[in-house]
């Protein structure tokens, strides 16, 4: 269809009509000129198509596949593997004619409370953005659009409609905004879904900063913004800022309010005619993708949602080599989650699973287990009975292997968690069986981390998280060797809660959301408050060895439009094939501004058999080291040395350098009277001006103030004072006058221009 043609075709109520959907899952079609409608459907793990007819209040979807959530597959730090999964999941779709599917969500994991945090990927922006890269690669090479939600800062559930996410400037574009640019900027995602809440108290759906200054001119998005779920306040406000694509239907009371704030002067037709181009170009794109002939082979899918699950899953703990099990030895299964397991959230995103494979069923190709179902899962009450039979199943066995975590009533869409812990009958299990059992392996079902009280007593720990449909298959694959772990956290596991950055501040007060641990999120406090986790950022064991060795960097010194090539080697040192997960951080050594200790910059995964050792290789450009300086409003790289750290947890470093980086990067100064002499005298061009005026009154600088009669302290504390005093100052702490306050207007304002000029 030609746009400009039937842009000027189009009423302006039909115009305005295609500013929202036509009903849950449909943009509006226009039959007299021939536009179809586009078919969206949720996301992100699985495809949740509603039956076509449906209405809000019947949901029903159709038989799926549902994949491990992004909480686990994020852990496999594996681009290719999520390329993969997104390739699967755009054939599902173009199968079942659907032309966007709702996902990936990127936001930031803030806290570990947050009920949606399953289905996001990490507390890092970086591998936030890798790994929604690749899921949005893999799924639009299959010619289905996607929609990378939640945009922006929407990172609890709490009150999500109506609460305003309130950061700084640094912490949204370092933190918070990253990975969607990232993902924006590698993989072109056809859409965006803007969130609910409110960023600095300005709704999401209606904010001209998020949808037109940041995401289409600073990151040049060409696509559409469609509205989370009824997160529409004022349509005709979002139009005006940048919001395409009202979802769902507003049953035509948005529309009139568009037409009418046209006709009253109050919105620009214009505005109206650049969002209604962006809904004409999403149909043109899903009309040229059409194809009748794809089919989806679920079975294989199922398989390929097995092999993901298995490589993403991280082995927490695994002390005296408990894991793998060792078939001829006396096995216990316990808990209902091995007979059930908890493999997806609740949600949005629920898929309705063709199949659903459990460790109980699966592990019948290894071996004979006994089995216990040591709690329900409809209530946290201990249940003597149940708990008794697995102590008994456990004593008559070699090794007890628990399956425990969250059950669907702790975390799901729409509300937080109020602790970190499990519920109290799988604790009281867990403890009972160790007292009872000195081999006891416990795989976790979770979409965000839990206290582990019972870490030191138990001898592994298995973070399946929730793994999805083939979970019990992985597990077992994993439990036996069959399969070796090699999936790193892509989260901190803190040991309590309250060790939290955002402890204090979530989930805010009433709609008022403050952020004020700004961009020390996850890793980036523990490490800086030197709070020892349960678990760090991306740790994850194997059942074999790593060593690095030889690291090298393109060069010592480079400038910051340099590229930097960092290699190092890597050997497998133990018996088992195994992947390793290379980890790369950098550290601005010598920051003006307050930094991360180290932040995760790069990373690789390589498969390596025993005894091999492969060439690992980095290229670093400059946005690895550089930082979001709120004097510039952009991104910049400090001049000085950096150093770069190799390793295989962000706790568990293996090798580092060190890299001098030159950069004519320049923080703005603007100079008032009320700078200090310090600021001043750091800056060439200042401390020049300064000396000049000093000379007039025949002071040197260095000695001004200070005399030879004053002891040390008094010393120190007058140059103290001194090189914090505003400029100001000269007027009356000199001896006698030396220049009016216009003269030092003027100084202030020579010196401003000469720093204007040298940027
Ligand atoms: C969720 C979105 C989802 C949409 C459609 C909303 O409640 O926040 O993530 O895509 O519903 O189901």
């Given at each position: 269809m030609n746009i400009d043609v039937i842009l000027k075709e189009l009423t302006l109520e039909e115009k305005a009509s295609l500013c929202s959907g036509s009903d849950a899952w449909h943009t509006q079609p226009i039959p007299r000129l021939d536009i179809p409608a586009v078919m969206v459907s949720d996301g992100p793990h699985g495809l949740r198509k509603v039956n076509e007819t449906a209405d809000m209040s019947n949901q029903a979807a159709i038989e799926a596949v549902c994949f491990p959530c992004a909480c686990a597959t994020a852990c496999s730090f594996d681009r290719e593997l999520l390329s993969t999964m997104g390739k699967a999941l755009g054939q599902s779709c173009k199968a079942e004619k659907v032309d966007v599917l709702l996902g990936p969500g990127c936001n930031i994991k803030r806290s570990p409370l947050c009920g949606r945090n399953f289905e996001y990927f990490s507390e890092d922006p970086y591998l936030a953005t890798e790994i929604a890269t690749a899921h949005i690669k893999g799924v639009q090479s299959m010619g289905v659009g996607t929609s990378l939600k939640h945009?922006?800062?929407?990172?609890?559930?709490?009150?999500r409609m109506t609460c305003s996410a309130n950061m700084d400037e640094r912490t949204f574009f370092e933190i918070y905004a990253a990975a969607f640019e990232g993902a924006v900027k590698n993989a072109k995602p056809y859409t965006i879904m803007c969130s609910y809440n409110k960023l600095n108290n300005v709704y999401c759906s209606e904010n001209a900063f998020t949808l037109t200054d940041v995401l289409r001119k600073k990151w040049g998005f060409k696509g559409l913004v469609m509205s989370d779920w009824?997160?529409?306040?004022?349509r005709p406000l979002g139009v005006q800022a940048g919001l395409d694509l009202e979802m769902p239907t507003s049953h035509g009371v948005n529309d009139a309010l568009i037409v009418e704030a046209v006709k009253s002067g109050k919105l620009d037709e214009k505005d109206l005619d650049r969002v209604v181009r962006n809904v004409l170009e999403l149909v043109n794109k899903a009309e040229s993708n059409s194809d009748e002939t794809v089919t989806w082979d679920k079975q294989a899918q199922h398989e390929l949602a097995r092999k993901i699950a298995r490589e993403s899953a991280v082995l927490l703990r695994n002390e005296d080599s408990i894991l793998p099990l060792d078939k001829s030895s006396k096995i216990a299964f316990i808990g209902e989650f091995a007979n059930t397991p908890r493999y997806q959230g609740s949600g949005s995103s629920h898929i309705n699973s063709f199949k659903v494979t459990s460790a109980l069923e699966a592990v019948k190709n290894y071996c004979d287990v006994d089995y216990a179902k040591g709690y329900a899962t409809d209530t946290d009450e201990a249940d003597d009975k149940l708990i008794n039979e697995a102590v008994e199943c456990a004593k008559r066995n070699d090794v007890a292997v628990i399956f425990a975590g969250l059950t669907d009533i702790y975390e799901s869409e729409g509300f937080d968690r109020k602790h970190m812990r499990m519920p109290s009958n799988q604790l009281t299990l867990i403890d009972r069986i160790c007292e009872v059992c000195s081999n006891v392996v416990v795989v976790l079902h979770n979409g965000s981390p839990v206290e582990l009280p019972f870490a030191a007593k138990v001898k592994g720990i298995l973070e399946m998280y929730l793994g999805g449909q083939a979970v019990g298959s992985a597990t077992c694959d994993l439990l036996f060797g069959e399969a070796n772990p090699c999936g790193k956290l892509s989260e901190t596991f803190p040991l309590k809660l309250s060790d939290n950055p955002s402890y204090l501040n979530f989930p805010g007060h009433m709609d008022d959301v403050q952020y004020k641990e700004g961009i020390f999120v996850g890793y980036r406090y523990y490490d800086y408050k030197q709070i020892e986790p349960m678990y760090p950022f991306g740790h994850g064991l194997s059942y074999t060895t790593f060593e690095y060795s030889d690291m090298k960097l393109s060069s010592q010194t480079i400038s910051s439009t340099d590229e930097l090539t960092v290699s190092v080697n890597v050997t497998n040192t133990g018996k088992f094939e195994g992947k390793e997960v290379v980890q790369l951080y950098v550290t601005d050594d010598l920051c003006s501004y307050t930094r991360p200790i180290r932040e995760l910059k790069g990373f690789e995964k390589i498969s390596l058999k025993p005894g091999e050792t492969k060439k690992v290789m980095f290229k670093l450009d400059r946005r690895a080291f550089a930082f979001y300086c709120t004097d510039a409003h952009d991104w910049i790289v400090e001049e000085g040395d950096f150093t770069i750290s190799l390793g295989s947890s962000s706790r568990d470093i293996r090798t580092s350098c060190s890299v001098y980086i030159s950069s004519d990067d320049i923080i703005p100064i603007q100079l008032t009277v009320n700078s200090t002499f310090g600021d001043i005298i750091s800056i060439p061009e200042g401390k020049k001006k300064l000396e000049e005026l000093f000379d007039k009154i025949n002071t040197d600088i260095s000695s001004a103030q200070t005399d030879?009669?004053?002891g040390a302290a008094a010393k120190k504390m007058v140059e103290a004072m001194m090189w914090e005093m505003p400029i100001r100052a000269v007027l009356s702490f000199t001896g006698k006058p030396i220049m009016t306050y216009k003269e030092l207007e003027n100084l202030i304002s020579e010196l401003n221009d000469e720093l204007g000029q040298r940027s």
């Open positions: 945009f922006a800062c929407n990172n609890q559930e709490t009150r009824g997160a529409v306040n004022n030879e009669t004053m």
